[in-house]
């Protein structure tokens, strides 16, 4: 039986880049072979904090040919869904928790020309997303409380991966599995193990000495 070969996606975070520095800083993260670009949107409502709206990825799109993974941490994602789109947003993703119409959502975001992922809370359980599965391109594990960067990770992720992992075998193989909360290169083996395809790192690659060097050891599998 032929085992499907699966992603090695990292994708930097730019929620703890500098922004004094932020051109440079994403040169930096492409030329050491970053997948995506991943872009925090908070909106001071639906997570205790705020970051920024359509202009800092329009910043980003202009600055880089990586795709750019947004992640909408805002209730009412669908009122602002085609403008991040429009500033060049490769993929969206909305938080299962915030939309009502979940699948009404997602269909907008692919009608629009764009990838469609769903991200869910630490205490929300894989089960919620059954329906929705066949409908999507990615779904994001938060192993932190959402709002801030450089949190510990939350150890239970690890299951909830293994939990999403055999339940997309089922209904969507296609569908990338992705994970975003005080990602190590300490925890990153394990996580991947589980089944995880991309991993969302922030303090681990800009904070890090070497962002170069700190990207390759997010993506070694062991």
């Known amino acids: 039986m032929h085992t499907k070969v699966r992603p090695n996606i990292v994708a930097p975070s730019i929620l703890s880049a500098d922004f004094t520095r932020l051109a440079e800083q994403l040169q930096q993260i492409e030329q050491a072979g970053a997948d995506w670009v991943h872009c925090d949107v908070m909106d001071g409502r639906y997570v205790p904090n ?3 709206g359509p202009f800092i990825v329009e910043a980003v799109r202009r600055c ?10 805002i209730v009412e994602p669908e009122k602002y869904i085609k403008a991040f789109i429009d500033a060049g947003s490769n993929h969206i993703t909305v938080h299962q928790e915030t939309c009502t119409h979940l699948h009404r959502t997602v269909e907008l975001i692919h009608s629009l020309g764009a990838k469609a ?11 919620t997303l059954e ?18 960067g450089g949190q510990k990770f939350i150890s239970t992720s690890i299951e909830k991966v293994r939990k999403l992992h055999l339940l997309r075998e089922s209904l969507n193989p296609e569908l990338i599995i992705a994970i975003d909360g005080g990602i190590t290169s300490e925890n990153a083996p394990r996580i991947r193990s589980a089944g995880a395809d991309a991993l969302i790192a922030g303090s681990a690659v800009f904070n890090a000495p070497n962002i170069s060097k700190a990207i390759l050891q997010l993506r070694q599998t062991d």
């Not at 880089?64 to 941490?73: A, G, K, R, V």
């Not at 992922?117 to 089960?127: E, I």
């Open 50 to 52: 705020i970051t920024f």
């Open 64 to 73: 880089t040919s990586l795709p750019i993974d947004t992640h909408l941490m």
């Open 117 to 127: 992922g769903v991200s869910l809370n630490p205490a929300t359980p894989v089960s």
């Open 131 to 148: 329906e929705i599965l066949p409908f999507l391109d990615l779904v994001l594990i938060m192993s932190v409380n959402p709002g801030f």
